[in-house]
């Protein structure tokens, strides 16, 4: 028999005073007899009972399993997760020992303990923190000093940023986005009133909690306007880039509280657009455009906007003080009309998952995500939380390899950045003032990586640039948009994930399975990059290894290759299973094509339900060099979480089993499609959709592909959408999906499998020009159900629908056709003003290669309508 008080697991709970021995008997008590003799499997086991038990935190338990058994204590606050990490430090949650309280606990990093300006700045943060008490304000509670680490302490939000609300769900309601600025706007007001300029507004420092209210946080870069002394250095430019006013990064204390609602109007544009107001991935040209541009129009990217809202958020940001508000209490003003009684802020839940599925899937086998289990465990600690009402405490400490093989010695409290092994393997060295030096360890064990904080309290997104700096990235801005304009030479193709002799027809150049080293090649830029939040650059040659940095750095993956990039599925597919946003475009003035061989039976990209997939100015051209007899082709991508295609391409030759094939699936999220163009799918996108999901595809088209050089092609194939019932999601909510301004010539328009009128599907269909031999293929969920209008709840309005079947339904096998005509349609399905004329396309231009152009497909008005999309906003823009 194993003695359990020889384990690591047990010595290092003892010495870490956080279980005393009774409560490590109770753990071993708990463990079946069957598994108490495996020494290999013990620490672990332990462990798990203990978080099962409630004797630690999911975090506590990884901290001891890793060989750390002191530093739980600062003070008189005892630690229960990380939940934050920035260049400054780390903000921990923890508890009170006093109060009985949980707080947010944020220890300066120990790069900075010697650093008297860092620590000046902390003390600030405390001292000036302390003079505000207000609602819409992150009250300080204490400051002290302990066995040489600084710490701050703070009110705990349990809620999430305004920042990674709008990085999950995508934009805000403008009524929403109004009530929020507001809050914030009686915060610095309150500020104000106390002599304060806050100097960094921006959505990652606005917490909301779960009951909607705003907190605006973090007033390290706040100065004291009566303060003669200063922390920030003689001609610094300090805040954070996407919000920052023009005169304060020209010179930080030229800033005033005018410059507050600068950086608000900006935050309130974030809101409302979904994108921050001037989104180049370059410092340079975001630092220029806040001194000399103007965004796009608000009501450009969102039409819903009131227009007198999208006046006040163009006044506060206005590029001259004087033009501006005055004083945050005017902007207070300015807003009440815009505030809709009706509209409820909706509870920003710290432990939800940033993307569409819900928590638990109750009628399927479908287990909770791994991030959702580490939420439930990290707010069910015993004697400190309250148990989760939302998710089981199931804990996985995942598998039981041996403990020796994935950490073998203690490490240090400050390791670095969570993404610390990615933008190393990329070749980024991590800057010395933001991530301590990590202790050489052994690869660590996956299962042992800290848990996804409730909340995301902001990463250091702040930039501090002194003056000639400033004063060079001005000139750099400019030459750099002069280089641009010229046009950058062409860059050599770098194909990630690719192996050699992967189809010759691809029409790129394989480089074999030997990667090229990391950095730029041939002397050359390399085609494929990832960008930081900061703008910062680190080259890529591996794909997969871009994505998983990029999302964990809250990135963007950029592609700039002139040239082909020639990809696998199969084998080399990519699946992505983390947390957050992962962000793929084209670079400026390139429209990158990505050659993918769908050879295998795996989708070439896969996104857990837990990724908000975005992808921007891409083309995909899809071919298979070794078809499988019976086995149908995967999807190109397959998506369970949120996923947007903006202005992309996706195509393929129609040939062999990719004739059955399908580009998107989005099973249990939510799917944006805006400005694309898919050519010869079988079905071009297929939703599965879950209650609550909301789908959408404007000023799309979905064409036929050339014929095959092998066989002859009657000249319609494919279907456009097809949206199948999926069970889960939210109680009682719709399932939805828009169809605005699209074209689709093909065999049929629209899918429909499984819906009932208990179970229905609300379908809006305008302006939409359909050329088909079927509008909708009818699947019902039992045999023999005719088409309802019910289960499927159709608003269609100047749509153009010209079908040549005998059928614009087609039935259930064995059914006899039931509509023959739009008057028969009508009956069934609401159309407005319908567009009763035939659709003649031009077929002309085609590409070089003889395809398609949206061009060929476009649609010439009808009277003051237009169905159809518009050619010229289909598709990748360079």
Known sequence: MVDPQTSRFWQASLQSGLIDAQGLAACWGAIPEEKRDAREHLDRRLARQAVQ?????????????????????????????????????????ARDTRLNRLVALKILAPERMNNPRAIARFQREARVGAQLQHENLVRIYDFGESQGRYFLVMEFIEGKTIGAQIAAEGRLAPAVA?????????????AHRKGLIHRDVNPYNVMVTNDGVAKLADLGLAIDMAE??????????????????????????????????????????????????????????????????????????APEVPAGLAEIVAKMMRKLPTDRYESPQQVVQALE????????????????????????????????????VQAAAATSVSGQLAPSEEFPVVVDLGPEPSLAGSVSRAKPWFSGSLALGALG??????????????????????????????????????VVLGAPAAALVLVAAILGIAIFWRGTPTTPSVHPRSTAGAGSDSGGTAIGSKSQPVGVADGKESPIVVIDQDGEEAPATDLFQAMQAALGNRGTVVLRNREPLMLQAGDKAITIKSTGTLRLQAARGIAPVL???????????????SVNLLVEGLTFEVFDSGPTPGKAAPPVVLALGRARFDHCALRTNAAGRLADSRAIVSEGGSLTVDGSWFEGFAAAIEIRAMAGSKNTVRQTMIVPGRPPAEAAQSGRAGWGVRVQFLGGGAAKAKRELGLEHCTFAGEGFLGLAGFSAQSPLSLVVNDCAVQADALVRWEPSKPDVLFDASAVRWSGEGNQFDVAGKSWIVPPPGAAPTVADLDGWMKLAPERDPVRTAILFPLEPRTAAGGPTPQAYAVAPTGARRPGADPAEVGPRP
């Open 178 to 190: 109004a009530r929020l600025t507001r809050q914030i706007a009686l915060g610095l007001d309150h």
């Open 53 to 93: 038990l409630r004797l630690l935190t999911l975090w506590q338990a990884q901290q001891l399993l890793a060989g750390r058994s002191s530093g739980f204590r600062v003070d008189r606050y005892l630690m229960l997760d990380l939940i934050g990490h920035g260049g400054m430090g780390r903000v921990y949650l």
């Open 337 to 372: 009309p815009f505030l809709d009684d009706s509209t409820t802020i909706p509870a920003f839940d710290a432990t939800s998952a940033p993307a569409g599925p819900p928590s638990v899937r109750t009628d399927s086998a479908v287990p909770p995500s791994e991030s959702q």
């Open 425 to 462: 393997a990329l070749g980024k060295t991590p800057s010395t003032t933001s991530l301590a030096t990590p202790a050489p360890t052994p690869t660590p064990d996956p299962n042992l990586s800290e848990p996804p904080p409730p909340y995301s309290w902001r990463d250091d997104r702040r």
């Open 595 to 609: 050659k993918i061989d769908m050879k295998g039976q795996k989708p070439f990209l896969s996104t857990g339900p």
């Open 228 to 301: 003669e002394g200063r922390v920030t250095r003689e001609g610094a430019t300090v805040g954070t880039f996407d919000y920052v006013a023009p005169e304060q990064a020209r010179h930080s204390h030229s800033a005033d509280i005018r410059s507050d609602i600068y950086s608000l109007g900006c935050s309130i544009y974030h809101m409302i657009a979904g994108q921050v107001p001037f989104p180049s991935p370059s410092l340079p040209e975001k630092l220029f455009s806040h001194q000399a541009l103007e965004p796009t129009p608000l009501v450009e990217l």
